[in-house]
């Protein structure tokens, strides 16, 4: 299962964004019962999300 998860797990409180891989707690959670498009789609946004928590 393809995944962006780094194995550094640690919520920014601000953003509610895991700074490692730039998910949110929700996607962490139903990752494992998303489809391989919704992956995908989150996927896709992952490096703009964790330049904004870069930023902050």
Known sequence: METHCVNICDIDRE???CM???RTIEEIAHWATM???ERRRIMN???AR???I???
């Open 50 to 52: 964790k330049t904004t």
């Open 54 to 56: 870069l930023k902050a």
């Open 20 to 22: 490692g891989c730039g």
């Open 35 to 37: 489809t391989s498009r």
């Open 45 to 47: 946004v992952l490096t």
């Open 15 to 17: 953003s509610g964004l």
